[in-house]
T-cell receptor, first 114, second 113 residues
Framework: GENVEQHPSTLSVQEGDSAVIKCTYSDSASNYFPWYKQELGKRPQLIIDIRSNVGEKKDQRIAVTLNKTAKHFSLHITETQPEDSAVYFCAASLIGYGNNRLAFGKGNQVVVIP | DAGITQSPRHKVTETGTPVTLRCHQTENHRYMYWYRQDPGHGLRLIHYSYGVKDTDKGEVSDGYSVSRSKTEDFLLTLESATSSQTSVYFC????????????FGEGSRLTVL
């Protein structure tokens, strides 16, 4: 099955700086790559996702890039704010072909230092 | 927020006792999932369902069973709880035909003594 790995496990950034989290996946057939944010004591929530037919997607201060050849994708957070402090999970899946399983990475703790 | 609720939200039980966690949705989504979350392991899929009475195993299914007799309910059962099953359990739902997005419940914290 799909195996997703995230690096680094913990990332500390100064407020206002950028944060980048990278994930690699193993199954070249995967075509859907979401990112979830989980604040302390809360449920994970989708913040951005990308399909395999797109190389980059942006939504305000966050963006995701995908390199299918290298089988990795990254989350970019610009102008970080204290409310960006959370655990971020990447995931990969093949959707639309009867495979309904989303494989998550182990998560990255992002700490924004005021 | 998507209409998804988990019960109980917190439970403490003893080793060897049976435990059932319930996930209830009001979105009429076809797909439902049970994940467990543990420090250093992220979110790991236990079982999932792709329709009434249609379920399949995830990566950590040993010691767990599920049932889905109605679209809105997905039950996770630990037949004989062990300390290694102490965890936070999240239910999630998805209408994967359209978006692939998972909507998570608030989680159920289970402690097995």
């Amino acid at each position: 099955g799909e195996n997703v790995e995230q690096h680094p496990s913990t990332l500390s950034v100064q407020e206002g700086d950028s944060a980048v989290i990278k994930c690699t996946y193993s199954d070249s057939a995967s075509n859907y790559f979401p990112w979830y944010k989980q604040e302390l004591g809360k449920r994970p929530q989708l913040i951005i996702d990308i399909r395999s037919n797109v190389g980059e997607k942006k939504d305000q201060r966050i963006a995701v890039t995908l390199n299918k050849t290298a089988k990795h994708f990254s989350l970019h957070i610009t102008e970080t704010q204290p409310e960006d402090s959370a655990v971020y999970f990447c995931a990969a899946s093949l959707i639309g072909y009867g495979n309904n399983r989303l494989a998550f990475g182990k998560g990255n703790q992002v700490v924004v230092i005021p | 927020d998507a209409g998804i609720t988990q019960s109980p939200r917190h439970k403490v039980t003893e080793t060897g006792t049976p435990v059932t966690l319930r996930c209830h949705q009001t979105e009429n989504h076809r797909y439902m999932y049970w994940y467990r979350q543990d420090p250093g392991h992220g979110l790991r899929l236990i079982h999932y369902s792709y329709g009434v009475k249609d379920t399949d195993k995830g990566e950590v299914s040993d010691g767990y069973s599920v049932s889905r007799s109605k679209t809105e309910d997905f039950l996770l059962t630990l037949e004989s709880a062990t300390s290694s099953q102490t965890s936070v359990y999240f239910c999630a739902i998805s209408d994967r035909q359209n978006t692939g997005e998972l909507f998570f419940g608030e989680g159920s914290r289970l402690t097995v003594l």
